[in-house]
């Protein structure tokens, strides 16, 4: 244990998480079929990132500005929790919680008070994430969040990314959304999903994020012929984002999320743009995404 990670450990699985974003920085299992490979992208030189936690917003907002009682706050693509130092609550074998706070720095950007909490949790050999958010202020909280972990594509050397496919638990037949300069085009797509099945390659992402708005899943497998396989479910998330770097890189994100950028013609009120959140004083909005290996 130190001050900037912790490391869970249950039943042959390890997690590490760091006190900087509360970003799990890594997952491995010992158990048999995964050979204690790691599944969590180690922030190489393509994306130097691992599994940012997305708030207050997801995507980008137009000319990179919140917008709240007419004044405009600079607000980057994904938001500043990512960014931020998180405080260590609960630490032990196989749980770990983190807590971020408004502060001056987050309020010069975003002019709310809030609190954000992050469970990790081992269950069996489940990781399963809680994200809370809390309105302490006495006015609407608006707000987004999101997950975005990247998973190394492929899982085991020697298999073709071609190899690997998406099924969802649920037929996905609504069309998809993709991204101009960050922000959502006005018209949805064809989706390249057919029945449950999403087959994987890079030329999917030559149009950048592959955004299913109208999610029907709760759940969706990673998985090819051989080698370990990964779910990812998600409760309280009601979009989800596919994503791997334009041009080809050696990992593949699977998002639940709750919001999404902001439509290329809006321009308003951060409260007013479509897919956010709207927490009450006093109240807490609690979501939860949990990955398995299989």
């Known amino acids: 244990m130190s001050g900037e990670r912790h490391t869970l450990r249950s039943g042959g699985i390890e997690a590490i998480i760091k006190a900087h974003g509360a970003e799990l920085c890594s997952l491995k299992d010992a158990r048999g079929i995964g050979q204690?490979?790691?599944l969590i992208w180690q922030a190489g030189t393509a994306w130097p990132r691992h599994a940012p936690l997305l708030f207050p917003i997801v995507g980008r907002l137009k000319n990179?500005?919140?917008?709240?009682?007419?004044?405009?706050?600079?607000?980057?693509?994904?938001?500043?929790?990512?960014?931020?130092?998180f405080e260590w609550g609960e630490r032990d074998a196989a749980a770990c919680s983190l807590t971020l706070r408004d502060?001056?720095?987050?309020?010069?950007?975003?002019?709310?008070?809030?609190?954000l909490a992050v469970t990790y949790r081992l269950r069996g050999a489940d990781l399963d994430v809680t994200l809370a958010i809390a309105n302490t202020g006495d006015e609407m909280l608006p707000a987004s969040i999101g997950a975005h972990p990247a998973f190394n594509w492929p899982l085991v050397e020697g298999l073709?990314?071609?190899?690997?496919?998406?099924t969802f638990s649920d037929q996905e037949p609504e069309p998809i959304r993709r991204l101009?300069?960050?922000?959502?085009?006005?018209?949805?797509?064809?989706?390249?999903?057919?029945g449950k099945t999403l087959a994987l390659s890079e030329r999917l992402f030559d149009d950048d994020a592959i955004i299913l708005e109208r999610l029907a899943s709760r759940s969706v497998r990673l998985d090819?012929?051989?080698?370990?396989?990964?779910?990812?479910?998600?409760?309280?998330?009601?979009?989800?984002?596919?994503?791997?770097?334009p041009g080809g890189a050696p990992f593949l994100?699977?998002?639940?999320?709750?919001?999404?950028?902001?439509?290329?013609?809006?321009?308003?009120?951060f409260a007013d743009k479509p897919g956010v959140m709207q927490i009450a004083p006093g109240a807490s909005q609690v979501l939860n995404y949990r990955i398995g290996i299989r």
């Open 36 to 38: 204690g490979i790691e």
């Open 64 to 85: 990179d500005q919140l917008r709240h009682r007419g004044t405009a706050y600079p607000m980057t693509q994904h938001g500043f929790a990512r960014d931020q130092l």
């Open 103 to 115: 502060s001056a720095v987050t309020r010069a950007h975003y002019p709310f008070v809030f609190r």
């Open 160 to 166: 073709a990314k071609e190899s690997y496919r998406l």
């Open 180 to 194: 101009k300069d960050g922000l959502m085009r006005a018209k949805a797509e064809p989706s390249p999903i057919r």
């Open 224 to 245: 090819a012929d051989r080698g370990p396989s990964l779910d990812v479910s998600w409760i309280g998330f009601r979009e989800l984002g596919i994503w791997s770097k």
């Open 253 to 269: 994100c699977i998002e639940p999320w709750r919001g999404f950028a902001s439509p290329s013609d809006f321009d308003g009120e």
